[in-house]
Protein backbone atom coordinates (compact mmCIF):
# COMPACT_ATOMS: atom_id res chain seq x y z
CA UNK A 1 0.00 0.00 0.00
CA UNK A 2 2.83 2.40 0.84
CA UNK A 3 4.42 1.73 -2.51
CA UNK A 4 0.98 2.44 -4.40
CA UNK A 5 0.63 5.68 -2.66
CA UNK A 6 3.88 6.73 -3.33
CA UNK A 7 3.57 5.65 -7.00
CA UNK A 8 -0.01 7.99 -6.94
CA UNK A 9 2.12 10.84 -5.10
CA UNK A 10 4.95 10.61 -8.12
CA UNK A 11 3.07 10.42 -10.73
CA UNK A 12 0.37 13.92 -9.47
CA UNK A 13 3.75 15.33 -8.88
CA UNK A 14 5.02 14.95 -12.77
CA UNK A 15 1.17 16.20 -13.95
CA UNK A 16 1.61 19.27 -11.65
CA UNK A 17 4.96 19.99 -12.79
CA UNK A 18 3.61 19.57 -16.60
CA UNK A 19 1.15 21.70 -16.18
CA UNK A 20 3.29 24.70 -14.34
CA UNK A 21 5.42 24.35 -17.19
CA UNK A 22 2.63 24.50 -20.08
CA UNK A 23 1.24 27.04 -17.96
CA UNK A 24 4.15 29.14 -18.11
CA UNK A 25 4.70 28.78 -21.84
CA UNK A 26 3.79 32.30 -22.56
CA UNK A 27 6.44 33.72 -20.75
CA UNK A 28 9.48 32.06 -23.21
CA UNK A 29 6.76 32.30 -26.21
CA UNK A 30 4.80 34.90 -28.19
CA UNK A 31 2.23 32.35 -29.07
CA UNK A 32 0.67 29.93 -26.50
CA UNK A 33 0.82 26.02 -27.84
CA UNK A 34 -2.23 25.43 -30.35
CA UNK A 35 -1.19 22.49 -32.07
CA UNK A 36 -3.00 22.23 -35.10
CA UNK A 37 -6.08 19.42 -35.37
CA UNK A 38 -4.96 16.29 -36.61
CA UNK A 39 -8.33 16.18 -39.05
CA UNK A 40 -6.59 18.74 -41.13
CA UNK A 41 -2.83 17.47 -41.35
CA UNK A 42 -3.13 15.78 -44.81
CA UNK A 43 -4.91 18.91 -46.28
CA UNK A 44 -1.65 21.12 -44.64
CA UNK A 45 0.71 18.29 -46.70
CA UNK A 46 -1.38 18.72 -49.45
CA UNK A 47 -1.40 22.87 -49.76
CA UNK A 48 2.82 22.84 -49.35
CA UNK A 49 3.18 20.87 -52.04
CA UNK A 50 6.29 18.63 -51.14
CA UNK A 51 8.65 16.83 -53.58
CA UNK A 52 11.83 14.91 -53.64
CA UNK A 53 14.32 16.79 -51.51
CA UNK A 54 11.79 19.49 -50.10
CA UNK A 55 13.19 20.85 -47.07
CA UNK A 56 10.24 21.85 -44.66
CA UNK A 57 10.31 24.36 -41.74
CA UNK A 58 7.74 24.80 -39.02
CA UNK A 59 8.39 27.45 -37.04
CA UNK A 60 7.12 27.21 -33.88
CA UNK A 61 6.02 23.88 -34.23
CA UNK A 62 4.69 23.02 -31.02
CA UNK A 63 5.06 18.98 -30.49
CA UNK A 64 6.14 18.67 -34.14
CA UNK A 65 3.10 16.67 -35.62
CA UNK A 66 3.28 18.49 -38.95
CA UNK A 67 6.67 17.81 -39.38
CA UNK A 68 5.89 14.35 -38.45
CA UNK A 69 2.76 14.10 -40.84
CA UNK A 70 5.11 15.09 -43.72
CA UNK A 71 8.20 13.00 -43.15
CA UNK A 72 5.44 9.94 -43.15
CA UNK A 73 3.97 10.73 -46.43
CA UNK A 74 7.01 11.95 -48.17
CA UNK A 75 9.98 9.49 -47.52
CA UNK A 76 12.92 12.05 -49.09
CA UNK A 77 12.52 15.13 -47.45
CA UNK A 78 13.50 17.37 -44.54
CA UNK A 79 12.25 18.71 -42.00
CA UNK A 80 13.07 21.15 -39.17
CA UNK A 81 11.23 22.15 -36.44
CA UNK A 82 11.74 25.56 -34.33
CA UNK A 83 10.32 25.87 -30.72
CA UNK A 84 11.43 28.53 -28.51
CA UNK A 85 8.39 27.61 -25.47
CA UNK A 86 10.20 24.27 -23.57
CA UNK A 87 7.11 22.45 -22.71
CA UNK A 88 6.59 21.93 -26.64
CA UNK A 89 10.05 21.31 -27.07
CA UNK A 90 10.15 18.67 -24.74
CA UNK A 91 6.87 17.23 -26.30
CA UNK A 92 8.02 17.79 -29.80
CA UNK A 93 11.49 15.89 -29.02
CA UNK A 94 9.81 12.96 -26.82
CA UNK A 95 7.77 12.50 -30.31
CA UNK A 96 10.94 12.70 -32.56
CA UNK A 97 12.67 9.98 -30.06
CA UNK A 98 9.82 7.70 -30.10
CA UNK A 99 9.69 8.33 -34.06
CA UNK A 100 12.75 7.36 -34.70
CA UNK A 101 12.80 9.65 -37.98
CA UNK A 102 16.36 10.63 -38.52
CA UNK A 103 14.73 13.38 -41.20
CA UNK A 104 12.88 15.24 -38.72
CA UNK A 105 14.91 17.56 -36.32
CA UNK A 106 13.45 19.69 -33.44
CA UNK A 107 15.56 22.89 -32.62
CA UNK A 108 15.70 24.85 -29.74
CA UNK A 109 15.48 28.38 -30.26
CA UNK A 110 13.99 31.57 -31.39
CA UNK A 111 12.84 31.95 -35.09
CA UNK A 112 14.14 35.01 -35.36
CA UNK A 113 17.72 34.25 -34.72
CA UNK A 114 18.33 31.14 -36.61
CA UNK A 115 18.88 30.75 -40.29
CA UNK A 116 16.18 29.81 -42.19
CA UNK A 117 17.41 30.03 -46.13
CA UNK A 118 18.07 26.17 -46.49
CA UNK A 119 13.56 25.73 -46.54
CA UNK A 120 11.69 25.71 -49.81
CA UNK A 121 8.60 25.15 -47.79
CA UNK A 122 7.70 27.02 -44.17
CA UNK A 123 4.62 25.77 -42.32
CA UNK A 124 3.09 28.47 -39.72
CA UNK A 125 0.42 28.57 -37.38
CA UNK A 126 1.12 32.19 -35.58
CA UNK A 127 -0.67 35.02 -34.79
CA UNK A 128 -0.78 37.92 -37.24
CA UNK A 129 1.60 40.26 -35.65
CA UNK A 130 4.54 37.52 -35.35
CA UNK A 131 4.05 36.57 -39.07
CA UNK A 132 4.06 40.47 -40.17
CA UNK A 133 7.76 40.42 -37.86
CA UNK A 134 8.61 37.64 -40.01
CA UNK A 135 8.08 39.00 -43.60
CA UNK A 136 11.14 40.95 -43.83
CA UNK A 137 13.15 37.72 -42.61
CA UNK A 138 11.44 35.90 -44.89
CA UNK A 139 11.75 38.56 -47.97
CA UNK A 140 15.40 38.16 -47.38
CA UNK A 141 16.24 34.74 -46.57
CA UNK A 142 13.97 32.57 -48.59
CA UNK A 143 14.63 31.65 -52.40
CA UNK A 144 12.44 32.47 -55.22
CA UNK A 145 9.88 30.28 -55.02
CA UNK A 146 9.71 28.99 -51.57
CA UNK A 147 6.25 28.43 -50.18
CA UNK A 148 4.43 29.14 -47.31
CA UNK A 149 1.41 27.87 -45.57
CA UNK A 150 -0.16 29.57 -43.14
CA UNK A 151 -3.46 28.28 -40.80
CA UNK A 152 -5.94 30.69 -40.43
CA UNK A 153 -3.75 34.24 -40.02
CA UNK A 154 -2.19 36.14 -42.91
CA UNK A 155 0.60 38.79 -43.44
CA UNK A 156 -0.90 42.49 -43.63
CA UNK A 157 1.32 42.90 -46.79
CA UNK A 158 1.38 40.39 -48.52
CA UNK A 159 -1.38 38.71 -50.65
CA UNK A 160 -2.16 34.84 -50.63
CA UNK A 161 -2.04 32.86 -54.00
CA UNK A 162 -4.67 30.66 -53.01
CA UNK A 163 -6.60 30.42 -49.55
CA UNK A 164 -7.85 26.93 -48.52
CA UNK A 165 -11.13 26.20 -46.43
CA UNK A 166 -10.93 23.57 -44.30
CA UNK A 167 -14.34 23.52 -43.66
CA UNK A 168 -14.32 23.53 -40.35
CA UNK A 169 -17.76 24.23 -37.63
CA UNK A 170 -18.28 28.04 -37.11
CA UNK A 171 -15.83 29.69 -33.92
CA UNK A 172 -13.67 26.34 -34.65
CA UNK A 173 -9.86 26.50 -34.81
CA UNK A 174 -7.87 25.80 -38.60
CA UNK A 175 -10.88 27.03 -40.41
CA UNK A 176 -8.48 28.00 -43.80
CA UNK A 177 -4.76 28.06 -45.01
CA UNK A 178 -3.43 30.54 -46.57
CA UNK A 179 -0.80 29.80 -49.59
CA UNK A 180 1.94 32.02 -50.20
CA UNK A 181 4.74 32.20 -52.29
CA UNK A 182 8.71 34.37 -52.43
Not at 33 to 54: G, M, N, T, W, Y
Not at 85 to 92: Q, R
Not at 161 to 180: E, F, G, M, P, T
Amino acid sequence: MIIFNLILIFILFVFILLCFVFLMTPLFSKVPFVPVRKKVLSEIISALELKDKSVLYDLGCGDGRVLFAASEVYKNITCVGIEKAPFPYLWAKYCQFFAGDKRVSILYGDMFKLDISPATHIFLYLFPRLMNDLLPKFEKELKPGSRVVSCDFEFANKKPIKIIDLKSKKRQLNHRLLVYEF
